[in-house]
């Protein structure tokens, strides 16, 4: 700052000796008597002003680059300084606080020390108990083993799950009882022979209890096994119903099945008696016609016969409430189911409708003809 300042002043100066030339100029140019020699040196030292000018000019801005250097070194390092500054603060700090923890870490260690030491001495009470115990134990021990071989001398060892408590009282009613027994007249050999008998009886009933566990062990895994093979045969006995009564109802044009279901108990029953086959949907036979409800279970009968033994099969006036066509259709099948299931088996059909025209078909089917009944003109 104290150089850009005296580079002014001479500047200053210059101009003001610069400005007196030119005005000195300006005079002898109004004067007509003036050399021109005089003019010339003028003008010399009016260029060499000039070029002082210039020169203080150059060193001028030379100062002020050096003075914006000197500054932005100033700056920065005012800026390291203020960075060392906060950096020693935070280091302080930082040091104050880990001369705090290690305060408390030096107060909590010689609390461990001293936990240490109290549970040293602890350690030693509790070896020296430890060492105590196990001597007591020892010597239980020994007394245990020689009172075990002396118990196994009288009789042999039983194992039990009593309680010591309980044993120590049998014990005390057992010699309370000898006491007795030895103060009155009892027989010591009928009290062994009767002994002998009871051990010899009890053991027999242990053994037929293992022989029952055993048996008992084979009937549930024989009820297991026929448990399985009934499920496996139910499963079975529904397939082919299934099957029988879909071939029963094919000859009638008719589709359906039967649904079983085992656990609720419920048979239901879905068929399709659309024979042009325009539709596929079932129905429950509870929305068929009473003939076609009928011809259903003629079919069904004769499924649940395809699956039964019984000798004698009856039906009584199933086809009630068929139309000639479903009626035709469940006597011919309900005839040929019978012819070809004859053997050992006999099928009787009750009907109010004509059957004369069977007789010819068939040789082993033999039709009785009731007489109409007899009605008064009261029933009239």
């Known amino acids: 700052a104290v150089v850009s300042t005296q580079s002014t002043g001479k500047q200053q100066a210059i101009k003001r000796k610069l400005e007196n030339v030119r005005n000195r100029i300006i005079e002898l140019d109004n004067v007509e008597e003036a050399p021109l020699l005089d003019a010339t040196a003028l003008e010399d030292e009016m260029r060499q002003y000039g070029d002082q000018i210039q020169k ?15 500054r932005q070194e100033h700056e920065e390092a005012n800026r390291r300084h203020a960075e060392s500054t906060e ?10 606080e880990l001369k705090g923890k290690m305060h408390e870490g030096q107060k909590k260690n010689a609390q461990l020390l001293e936990y240490l030491e109290k549970w040293k001495r602890k350690k030693k009470e509790v070896n020296a108990e430890k060492k105590r115990f196990n001597s007591e134990l020892t010597a239980k021990k020994r007394e245990i083993t020689e009172a075990q071989g002396m118990a196994e001398q009288r009789c042999p060892r039983v194992d039990t799950r009593r309680s010591a408590k309980d044993l120590e009282q049998q014990i005390r009613n057992m010699e309370l009882r000898i006491q007795q027994g030895s103060s009155s007249s009892v027989n010591v050999d009928d009290i062994t022979r009767r002994f002998h008998d009871a051990k010899t009886k009890f053991e027999e009933i242990q053994t037929m209890v293992k022989k029952m566990k055993k048996f008992s062990r084979d009937l549930q895994q024989i009820l297991e096994e026929r448990e399985g093979r009934y499920f496996r045969f139910r499963k079975e006995i529904s397939k082919r119903i299934n099957y029988f009564f879909i071939m029963n109802l094919s000859q009638r044009g008719y589709t359906g099945k039967l649904h079983v279901d085992h656990d609720k108990k419920l048979l239901e029953m879905q068929l399709n008696v659309d024979t042009s086959g325009a539709s596929q949907d079932t129905h429950d036979v509870r929305s068929l016609s009473g003939g076609e409800r009928s011809f259903s279970t003629v079919c069904f009968i004769c499924s649940l016969w395809n699956l039964m033994e019984s000798p004698f099969r009856c039906l009584d006036e199933f086809d009630v409430f068929m139309d000639l066509m479903n009626r035709k259709v469940a006597m011919k099948l309900l005839v040929e189911h019978a012819v070809q299931n004859q053997q050992r088996r006999q099928y009787i059909l009750f009907t109010p409708q004509d059957m004369s025209h069977f007789n010819k078909k068939f040789k082993n089917m033999k039709i009785m003809q009731l007489e109409a009944p007899e009605r008064s003109n009261d029933d009239e």
């Open 87 to 96: 950096r020693d603060s935070h280091i302080t700090n930082r040091l104050e």
């Open 56 to 70: 203080i000019n150059e060193d001028k801005a030379q100062l002020a680059e050096k003075e914006d250097t000197l």
